[in-house]
């Protein structure tokens, strides 16, 4: 079968089709004839830093949607011939991947498999930034940082879907200014400065819940757009900057609380939680018409094309790999 590995970090030329053996399930795990993998940002770090990368040559991929090719000896819930959606610790740029059966998911009827692989992990992580770290609640303002992005886009709909009180998203162009307006989105504010905009757009208050994925300047830029018993949740390092560590003066004069999140980190560490999380999300979004446009379809051999396109900071929406 054919797959994408890349041999040494490095920009998306690294990226190269290789033929491998198609893999086989063993126990607890589940082998998947792909049709589509989404692209994710983290597998872009994954290809320029190495994040989560343990060994080289590396086969990067973490959500697949397809069809049950084979069980291993123990899965009982799944069948041959099913449609399901996969969360994976890499290798889904393939057109086989193996992945456990805790984090594969029977496809709804009301969604086909590549809408299945637009929403997965987006919606999973959303969702759980909102409703379990956040703890949003009704009439809150909500501010999210990479509004256009793929995570940005289900998570201005979760917010409104949830009954946040106003929904307010940050991206780094004016050009990508429109596009969050019709996924939730009350207000797009655009730059750096961002924290400024949203204390004026609040009359001083600031925001309830700043979710950021950008870390650094972006992340301390967040924290200081909260309102009293605010809550900042970070979920990425997308700028590679140093961490930062909060102390009570950061933290305790506005009652204010610093979290984080990783689906990946729960995916390894409970995948049952996980399985959970994510069969509520899919009930969320089917209950609330919550959708993502897939704004570029890739073949496995321009999944470089797909990565530059990430990273280039222009993309909106989902990019899928379109493997069967
Ligand atoms: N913790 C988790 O469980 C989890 C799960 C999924 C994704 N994530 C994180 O969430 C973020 C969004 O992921 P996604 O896959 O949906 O990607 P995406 O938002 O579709 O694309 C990445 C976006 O990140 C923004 N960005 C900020 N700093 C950047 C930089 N230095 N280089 C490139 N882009 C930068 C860009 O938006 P602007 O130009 O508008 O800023 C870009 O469009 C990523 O940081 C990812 O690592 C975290």
């Known amino acids: 079968m054919r797959a994408v590995a890349f041999e040494k970090l490095g920009g998306p030329e690294v990226l190269q089709v290789v033929e491998a053996p198609t893999p086989e399930p063993g126990p607890g795990e589940v082998a998947i004839d792909v049709s589509w993998a989404g ?6 770090k994954a290809r320029s830093v190495g994040y989560r990368v343990d060994t080289l040559p590396f086969r990067p991929g973490l959500e697949v949607s397809g069809t049950v090719r084979a069980l291993g ?10 449609h399901v959606f996969a969360m994976l610790n890499g290798q889904g740029y393939a057109e ?3 992945a456990r059966a ?8 009301a969604l086909d498999l590549r809408d299945a692989a637009a929403l ?9 930034l909102l409703h379990e770290v956040a703890r949003v609640r009704e009439g809150e303002t909500v501010l999210v940082q990479g509004a256009a992005g793929g995570v940005g886009t289900v998570t201005g709909q979760l917010a409104r879907a949830a009954g946040a009180g106003r929904v307010l998203g940050v991206v780094s162009r004016p050009e990508k200014a429109a596009y969050p307006k019709d996924f939730g989105y009350d207000e797009v504010l655009v730059g750096e400065d961002f924290d400024e905009q949203a204390l004026r757009a609040t009359d001083g208050r600031g925001v309830d819940i700043a979710l950021d994925p950008v870390g650094g300047e972006s992340w301390r830029r967040s924290v200081a757009a909260l309102a009293r018993f605010g809550r900042a949740v970070s979920f990425g390092n997308a700028s590679d900057a140093e961490p930062w560590s909060a102390g009570f003066a950061d933290v305790a004069p506005r009652g204010i609380s610093v979290a984080g999140f990783s689906i990946l980190g729960l995916a390894a560490s409970d995948p049952t939680r996980l399985r959970i999380l ?3 999300a899919f009930r969320e979004a089917e209950r609330a018409n919550i959708t993502v446009p897939v704004t570029g379809e890739f073949s496995l051999a321009d999944a470089g094309e797909a990565h530059r396109l990430l990273e280039s900071r222009a993309s909106t929406g989902k990019l899928l790999l379109r493997v069967r």
């Open 39 to 44: 692209v994710n940002f983290a597998d872009a």
């Open 73 to 82: 000896p123990d899965v009982t819930d799944l069948a041959v011939g099913q």
């Open 96 to 98: 086989t991947a193996i």
């Open 102 to 109: 805790a984090t594969t998911f029977a496809v709804p009827e």
């Open 120 to 128: 997965g992990t987006v919606l999973a992580t959303g969702y759980a």
């Open 278 to 280: 994510t069969e509520q």
